[in-house]
């Protein structure tokens, strides 16, 4: 068991080498004889024993009537690996768009097929490890645009691997492919969870945008005298004039806007944190509210807005995480 998985394990390592060596990571990928590998399936094996079955009783018994037929054969297989072949030479491969995702979710990645002339390209497959596959054809089609699901399994930069292109076109006797990996900037998000909504206001010593009575700092005007208030606050001048018993009333600044604050989580690991912070983000952008991010480094001014979160969520997926791919 060990000496077979140290096989797999070695031949991994030759395959992936040499995909690194052939198809590196580009921006357009023009797929060619350099790029596409070729093969039998069961079904060619079959048909190839066959061919040799025919052969053999066309040589015991003789029979030109045979050997007619098994050169026949033959040659439908060799034109066969001809049309699989071209089926994907010269196909043109890019990733257009990857749309955002959070952690846990699929993110949608969007994948250009272009061809140089019109030609009838059919039953072309293409996924990525861990998506559901799609087929496509391109019938006298400069382009086909195909959607794939590709699983987001951690925050950061997009990586879903390498692409893969097959196809079995026309008889399913043979499968040509490759794994090709056209470069891509897709954002993961943290995962959002649930936590408690961070408090709404706050002493703002003078920065706030709201000012609340009751305070004990800024004067606001005077009122009339209610039973019970504090004689510190009678305005005697006024008093002294004959106005009668008025009292002074304060304000105080109070800070509504609202901190994602990374210490508010004391205790917790870094994308316990970033989690939850993710999941307060969610809640205030839906309620319209004026907030701000405070990471270890970081600090984002109070805002609303789609721009507004969608910065914050790219400061969050990419925290302590390469600045670009």
Same mark, same amino acid.
């Given at each position: 068991?060990?000496?077979?998985?140290?096989? $797999?394990? $070695?031949?991994?390592?030759?395959?992936?080498?040499? /995909?690194?060596?052939?198809?590196?990571?580009?921006?357009?990928?023009?797929?060619?004889?350099?790029?596409?590998?070729?093969?039998?399936?069961?079904?060619?094996?079959?048909?190839?024993?066959?061919?040799?079955?025919?052969?053999?009783?066309?040589?015991?018994?003789?029979?030109?009537?045979?050997?007619? +037929? !098994?050169?026949?054969?033959?040659?439908? +297989?060799?034109?066969?690996?001809?049309?699989?072949? =071209?089926?994907?030479?010269?196909?043109?491969?890019?990733?257009?768009?990857?749309?955002?995702?959070?952690?846990?979710?699929? =993110?949608?990645?969007?994948?250009?097929?272009?061809?140089?002339?019109?030609? +009838?390209?059919?039953?072309?497959?293409?996924?990525? @490890?861990?998506?559901? @596959?799609?087929?496509?054809?391109?019938?006298?089609?400069?382009?086909?645009?195909?959607?794939?699901?590709?699983?987001?399994?951690?925050?950061?930069?997009?990586?879903?691997?390498?692409?893969?292109?097959?196809?079995?076109?026309?008889?399913?006797?043979?499968?040509?492919?490759?794994?090709?990996?056209?470069?891509?900037?897709?954002?993961?998000?943290?995962?959002? &969870? =649930?936590?408690?909504?961070?408090?709404?206001?706050?002493?703002?010593?003078?920065?706030?945008?709201?000012?609340?009575?009751?305070?004990?700092?800024?004067?606001? %005007?005077?009122?009339?005298?209610?039973?019970?208030?504090? &004689?510190?606050?009678?305005?005697?001048?006024?008093? =002294?004039?004959?106005?009668?018993?008025?009292?002074?009333?304060?304000?105080?600044?109070?800070?509504?806007?609202?901190? &994602?604050?990374?210490?508010?989580? @004391?205790?917790?690991?870094?994308?316990?944190?970033?989690?939850?912070?993710? %999941?307060? /983000?969610?809640? /205030?952008?839906?309620?319209? !509210?004026?907030?701000?991010?405070?990471?270890?480094?970081?600090?984002?001014?109070?805002?609303?807005?789609?721009?507004?979160?969608?910065?914050?969520?790219?400061?969050?997926? /990419?925290?302590?995480?390469? @600045?670009?791919?």
């Amino acid at each position: 068991m060990a000496a077979g998985s140290g096989w $797999r394990r $070695r031949w991994q390592q030759f395959y992936e080498g040499l /995909l690194e060596r052939r198809l590196p990571g580009q921006k357009t990928v023009r797929l060619d004889s350099r790029k596409l590998f070729i093969f039998p399936t069961v079904a060619g094996f079959a048909f190839g024993l066959v061919l040799l079955l025919l052969w053999l009783l066309a040589i015991n018994y003789q029979n030109n009537l045979i050997f007619a +037929f !098994t050169f026949l054969l033959s040659s439908v +297989f060799v034109v066969t690996i001809l049309h699989t072949f =071209a089926n994907l030479s010269g196909v043109e491969v890019s990733v257009l768009d990857a749309q955002p995702a959070f952690a846990g979710d699929r =993110a949608q990645v969007t994948v250009r097929l272009a061809q140089q002339g019109r030609r +009838f390209r059919d039953s072309i497959r293409l996924y990525y @490890p861990g998506a559901r @596959p799609v087929m496509v054809a391109m019938a006298d089609t400069l382009t086909a645009d195909v959607r794939l699901y590709v699983p987001a399994r951690r925050r950061g930069w997009l990586d879903p691997g390498r692409l893969v292109i097959d196809s079995t076109y026309p008889l399913g006797l043979l499968r040509v492919w490759t794994h090709v990996k056209p470069t891509l900037q897709g954002l993961v998000y943290p995962k959002p &969870l =649930a936590a408690s909504p961070p408090q709404q206001s706050r002493p703002a010593l003078g920065e706030g945008v709201l000012e609340v009575a009751g305070g004990s700092d800024d004067f606001s %005007g005077l009122g009339s005298y209610r039973p019970g208030e504090s &004689l510190r606050h009678i305005a005697w001048k006024q008093y =002294a004039r004959g106005q009668g018993m008025l009292t002074k009333h304060y304000t105080d600044a109070v800070d509504n806007r609202v901190w &994602l604050d990374w210490d508010a989580f @004391p205790g917790m690991d870094r994308e316990a944190r970033l989690s939850r912070l993710c %999941g307060w /983000l969610l809640v /205030l952008s839906r309620n319209d !509210t004026s907030y701000g991010l405070k990471l270890p480094g970081i600090q984002v001014q109070p805002s609303r807005g789609e721009g507004h979160r969608d910065r914050i969520l790219r400061h969050l997926a /990419l925290f302590e995480l390469t @600045p670009a791919p």
